[in-house]
């Protein structure tokens, strides 16, 4: 599925600024967040990438209502391994 959006240009006496708006059913979709750094890879010019910096951190935000299980369960998967192993 695609999302169309429209290149705007805002043109000043000195300078130009382009921007894209990001379609909010999308940037959800990513799980995207406020201030998140990502950064554009020029494919060619027809194909632009948008590419995250830093991996997804999957560890629950204080206001969700996650079972104390699923929280460490999370966590397991989210950090490295460090040479320790769980008893089933």
Same mark, same amino acid.
């Given at each position: 599925?695609?999302?169309?959006?429209?290149?705007?240009?805002?043109?000043?006496?000195?300078?130009?600024?382009?921007?894209?708006?990001?379609?909010?059913?999308?940037?959800?979709?990513?799980?995207?967040?406020?201030?998140?750094?990502?950064?554009?890879?020029?494919? #060619?010019?027809?194909? $632009? =990438?948008?590419?995250?910096?830093?991996?997804?951190?999957?560890? &629950? /935000?204080?206001? #969700?209502?996650?079972? $104390? =299980?699923?929280?460490?369960?999370?966590?397991?998967?989210?950090? &490295? /391994?460090?040479?320790?192993?769980?008893?089933?």
């Amino acid at each position: 599925m695609g999302f169309k959006t429209k290149i705007q240009l805002i043109q000043r006496a000195k300078s130009e600024q382009w921007y894209i708006n990001f379609p909010s059913a999308l940037a959800q979709t990513m799980e995207l967040d406020k201030a998140e750094i990502v950064e554009w890879v020029v494919q #060619d010019k027809h194909c $632009l =990438i948008l590419k995250r910096i830093e991996a997804i951190s999957k560890v &629950p /935000k204080k206001t #969700d209502q996650n079972s $104390l =299980i699923d929280c460490c369960d999370l966590l397991l998967v989210s950090c &490295p /391994k460090i040479g320790f192993q769980l008893n089933p």
